[in-house]
Every structure is written in structure tokens, then in C-alpha cells.
């Protein structure tokens, strides 16, 4: 069965580097989404990708991150200057319908350590 | 805006009993779907269920099912059966036209012998 996968699957970091994590969205989905979930909190919408431009993002997705669909089957986050409060899970997930709000199916997860 | 309310942080349920999740939500959309994804501690988001908003038949998946009711805003899951495998924090989820997806808190549910 196809899926979502994500790497690394874990990534430390010092606080102020550049973070660039990966996603590979199942192959025939045309929407990608990118999720975050810090420690004990519930996930958060980040931005939402379609037909190679941003299609919504929320106040937290800030001049700090960026997404990008360089070839035909990844999808990354880039966060510049990482921030100790960047630390969280983040999700990617993907779905393919255009005309309704069809199932997202989400990867593993990179878990992200800000120090 | 839309929100989603889970009210129990935990619940806890024998193996073989049967035990519901509740959710309430709100949003201003008239077409949506509501969903519960399971996160186990692997921390992998799982579908478990979805349901139409213009769907009046509730969903079911197995040992899964939904109490879907449109007019109080309210989509609870119920587990028959449960299974140790059922451990792990339920969330119920909104989307609406936007089709970014709504969180609620989640409730964390064991699994005892």
C-alpha cells in the first residue's frame, strides 16, 4: 500500500541553523500539507501546497519557513533559523482529491530538537 | 473559525469491553468531514474512521463507529471490543473547505486486562 514517508526521521539542531526536512507524498496526490505537534500539545496546521504554490498557511508559518516541491516527488519544510520553540513533530500528509475534502494520510513524522 | 472540543483527556476500558470517545465541534461550513486519526506512541497518525457531514448514516469500520449528530455538533467514536492494540491517543479531526485539518486535544485512551 502506498504512503507518506519522511526523513530523518530524527534531526538535533542548534538553535539559529538552517533545517530542511523531507517528505515523499504518495505518488498521485496532488495536495501537501505540513503539521507540526510540540511536546503534549495538539497538531497545528502549517501550511497547505497545491499546483506548486502555497494554497493556505497558518500565523504560524512565518518568514522563517518556506516549502518547496523541487522535482516531482519530494516535498520539504525549511525552517532558516531555528528557534528553541521549533522543537516539535512534524507531520507531512498528502491526498490526491481536488473536488472534495478527501482522507490525508500522513508520514511517520521528523522529530525536530532545537537546542 | 472551526474548533473541535474533546472533553476527556483519558479514558480507560477492559480488553473485550466496549468504550466511546467523545467530540463536539463547531464550524460555520455546511459541508465537511469529520475525521478520528489514532496516534499511537510509535507517534505515526492513523486513520481510524471519516464521516460526511451530508452522510446521515453513521459510519463503521469494523470494530469502529461513529455517533454522528449534525444538529448538537457532536461525532463520538465507539470501540467494540477493545484490543491492548487499541492503546493510544484518539484525535477527532475537522475539515471544511479550506481542507487544512482541525485537531481537537485528544483523548488518550489504556487499554487494561
Known amino acids: 500500500e502506498p504512503e507518506v514517508t519522511q526523513t530523518p526521521s530524527h534531526q538535533v539542531t542548534q538553535m539559529g541553523q538552517e533545517v530542511i526536512l523531507r517528505c515523499v507524498p504518495i505518488?498521485?496526490?496532488?495536495?501537501f500539507y505540513w503539521y507540526r505537534q510540540i511536546l503534549g500539545q495538539k497538531v497545528e496546521f502549517l501550511v497547505s501546497f497545491y499546483n506548486n504554490e502555497i494554497s493556505e498557511k497558518s500565523e504560524i508559518f512565518d518568514d522563517q519557513f518556506s516549502v518547496e516541491r523541487p522535482d516531482g516527488s519530494n516535498f520539504t519544510l525549511k525552517i532558516r533559523s531555528t528557534k528553541l520553540e521549533d522543537s516539535a513533530m512534524y507531520f507531512c500528509a498528502s491526498r490526491w482529491s481536488t473536488g472534495t475534502r478527501e482522507t490525508q494520510y500522513f508520514g511517520p513524522g521528523t522529530r525536530l530538537l532545537v537546542l | 473559525a472551526q474548533t473541535v472540543t474533546q472533553s476527556q483527556p483519558e479514558m480507560s476500558v477492559q480488553e473485550a469491553e466496549t468504550v466511546t470517545l467523545s467530540c463536539t465541534y463547531d464550524?460555520?461550513?455546511?459541508?465537511?468531514?469529520l475525521f478520528w486519526y489514532k496516534q499511537p506512541p510509535s507517534r505515526q497518525m492513523i486513520l481510524v474512521i471519516r464521516q460526511e457531514a451530508y452522510k446521515q448514516q453513521n459510519a463503521t469500520e469494523n470494530r469502529f463507529s461513529v455517533n454522528f449528530q449534525k444538529a448538537a455538533k457532536s461525532f463520538s467514536l465507539k470501540i467494540s471490543d477493545s484490543q491492548l492494540g487499541d492503546a493510544a491517543m484518539y484525535f477527532c479531526v475537522l475539515t471544511g473547505t479550506a481542507s487544512k485539518l482541525t485537531f481537537g486535544t485528544g483523548t488518550r485512551l489504556q487499554v487494561t486486562l
Open positions: 505518488s498521485n496526490h496532488l495536495y
Open positions: 464550524t460555520s461550513e455546511s459541508d465537511y468531514y
